[in-house]
């Protein structure tokens, strides 16, 4: 059962569902210095790395366009919404914070909070270009999931953490930390690097390590939007066509599923057994179900 079903489980009608947050917005941080030059990598500590003035116009350019589309889907009553930042500590993704915040006014904001689980994959203390393309080399074809950089961390260690940060932010939706009087369109907006953004997704709805493996990252200050459906299921299917959702790595199946979430209908996890691992190993049903063999 997906984390978003959990948060609503006994409810069935969107007017049971106020407590939860609107949106979940992910956002990869603007163009840095080490995407313009890879060389920087060996100079400059990762958490340090700063944005290029093309990184900042883009953190602006996206604070406008996150505002916009906010707005957009509240026309009735403009007014009638609130967001929350969530920020990962490394330099690149403050300063995108900063720019993003420029479109959002104080009384709009409910709080930002530095997450530390939020960080991105460590590669090691300084690292030349050279080594950096041998792990990019060497991953394809070890798993990127499982391969430990020399001096650094694993995907599967990223993923034990973004996890660790998703049930805490389950564990405040469900206590209603989000929520305000009167009730507000509450979004929480999460500013992080292009890996964890991908873990986070892998966690939310409960992607295999071999999904993973198909997706590509957002491109620089790109952002996804995990909108809440009548059904009480986050999806992404509200804001991004199948286009859009091919290009960021999702199967059919998986873009079917997100389809779903949105638009219904409710089904049994049990029917989705292309989605789900391992159903293909268990007997079919039949009314000799409980003889031993």
């Not at 609503?8 to 840095?32: A, D, Y």
């Not at 203390?125 to 070890?142: C, F, G, L, W």
């Not at 957002?218 to 999806?235: D, H």
């Not at 949105?262 to 049903?285: K, T």
Request: glycine share 6%; with cysteine; net charge negative.
């Amino acid at each position: 059962m997906s984390l978003g079903k959990i948060l609503t489980s006994g409810t069935t009608h969107t007017t049971s569902n106020n407590h939860l947050p609107k949106r979940i917005i992910l956002v990869r941080h603007g163009e840095c210095l080490a995407n313009a030059d890879i060389n920087v990598y060996g100079t400059t500590p990762n958490h340090k790395i700063e944005l290029t003035q093309k990184g900042i116009e883009q953190a602006k350019q996206t604070g406008s366009l996150i505002k916009k589309l906010i707005i957009s889907e509240n026309a009735v009553e403009s007014n009638n919404w609130k967001v929350f930042f969530y920020v990962s500590p490394a330099e690149r993704t403050r300063r995108t914070l900063r720019e993003i915040g420029q479109s959002f006014p104080k009384r709009k904001v409910m709080g930002v909070k530095e997450e530390y689980r939020l960080r991105e994959l460590s590669f090691g203390n300084y690292h030349d270009p050279a080594s950096i393309a041998k792990v990019k080399e060497e991953r394809v074809t070890y798993g990127r999931f499982y391969y430990r950089v020399l001096g650094g961390g694993t995907i599967a260690e990223v993923y034990d953490r973004i996890s660790s940060f998703v049930e805490c932010l389950s564990r405040d939706i469900e206590m209603k930390k989000f929520c305000d009087d009167p009730p507000q369109d509450t979004n929480i907006i999460i500013v992080t690097h292009g890996l964890s953004s991908r873990i986070f997704l892998m966690k939310w709805f409960e992607w295999t390590v071999e999904q993973f493996e198909d997706l590509n990252r957002m491109k620089t200050c790109e952002f996804q939007v995990l909108q809440l459906g009548n059904g009480g299921e986050y999806s992404l299917a509200f804001h991004h066509d199948d286009k859009k959702l091919r290009e960021w790595g999702l199967s059919l199946d998986m873009i079917e599923d997100q389809k779903r979430r949105a638009y219904g209908p409710i089904v049994n996890s049990l029917e989705l057994c292309d989605l789900y691992p391992y159903m293909d190993c268990f007997a079919e049903d039949s009314d000799e179900e409980n003889t031993i063999m």
